[in-house]
C-alpha cells in the first residue's frame, strides 16, 4: 500500500464547479498535512496545510479526518487559473520528513 | 524577497559524464532537501542536510551524492548519469525538521543523452 494515495484522476470540470479531491494515508502517527499545488513544469507550492478541525481559505476547504486516515480538499466556484496538479502530502512521523502523494491533475473548462 | 534558487534550470548531460546541480538559498534555513520527481511521479526525497548532518534515504543510489558548504548553498552531484537519472530536481529548505511546510526552488530539469 501507498504511504500516501490520490485520487487518481484526471479531473476536467467547467469553470464555475466545485470539485472535491481525497487522499488517504498509511502512517496512523501523522500529524502534519498539507495540500501543495503544482503547476507544469513548475515547483511545488504550498496551497494550505489541514488542521484536525478543518480549514477554509476563501474558495479552498480542507478536512481531516483521523479516524479513517482522511484527507479532503474542496475547491468552490472554480477559475481557470485553478488548473493544476494538486499534491497530498503528510508527514512521516518518525522520520522526520514529507510524503507526496502522486497528485491529481485539475483542468478547468471555459 | 528571500528564496530558494536552483541553478541551471535545465542542464543538458551525456550518458556517465559527471553532472553538478545547486541550490542556494536566503531564507537561512537549517534544513535542505534535494528531490527527484519524474514525469505524473510524486517527488522523491533523495537527502536532506539538517545544518552540517547529512542524511540519505535509504533506497537512495550511490550514483547520487550532495555537500553543503555552508548554511545558504547545496549540491547535488550525479557522478554517472543514466538515462534513467533524466529528472526534474528540485531543491527545498524548511526552517528546522519539525517544521514541516517546505518552500522549494524552481527546479533544474536534467536531460541526459
Known amino acids: 500500500r501507498k504511504e500516501v494515495e490520490q485520487d487518481p484522476g484526471p479531473f476536467n470540470v467547467p469553470e464555475g464547479a466545485t470539485v472535491a479531491f481525497n487522499c488517504t494515508y498509511s502512517n496512523s502517527a501523522s500529524q502534519s498535512f498539507f495540500w501543495y499545488r503544482q503547476d507544469c513544469r513548475k515547483e511545488p507550492k504550498l496551497l494550505m496545510s489541514v488542521y484536525s478541525s478543518g480549514n477554509e481559505d476563501g474558495r479552498f476547504t480542507a478536512q481531516l479526518n483521523r479516524a479513517s486516515q482522511y484527507i479532503s480538499l474542496l475547491i468552490r466556484d472554480s477559475k481557470l487559473s485553478d488548473s493544476a496538479t494538486y499534491l497530498c502530502v503528510v508527514d512521516d512521523q518518525g522520520a522526520q520528513k514529507l510524503v507526496f502523494g502522486q497528485g491529481t491533475r485539475l483542468t478547468i473548462n471555459p | 524577497d528571500a528564496m530558494v534558487i536552483q541553478n541551471p534550470r535545465y542542464q543538458v548531460t551525456q550518458f556517465g559524464k559527471p553532472v553538478t546541480l545547486s541550490c542556494s538559498q536566503t531564507?537561512?534555513?537549517?534544513?535542505m532537501y534535494w528531490y527527484q520527481q519524474k514525469s505524473s511521479q510524486a517527488p522523491k526525497l533523495l537527502f536532506h542536510?539538517?545544518?552540517?548532518?547529512?542524511?540519505n534515504e535509504a533506497d537512495t543510489p550511490d550514483n547520487f551524492q550532495s555537500r553543503r558548504p555552508n548554511t545558504s548553498f547545496c549540491f547535488l552531484d550525479i557522478r554517472s548519469p543514466g538515462l534513467g537519472d533524466a529528472a526534474m530536481y528540485l531543491c527545498?529548505?524548511?526552517?528546522?525538521?519539525?517544521?514541516?511546510?517546505?518552500?522549494f526552488g524552481p527546479g533544474t530539469r536534467l536531460t541526459v543523452t
Open positions: 542536510y539538517y545544518d552540517k548532518d547529512f542524511n
Open positions: 531564507l537561512n534555513h537549517n534544513v
Open positions: 527545498a529548505t524548511s526552517a528546522h525538521l519539525e517544521a514541516y511546510e517546505q518552500y
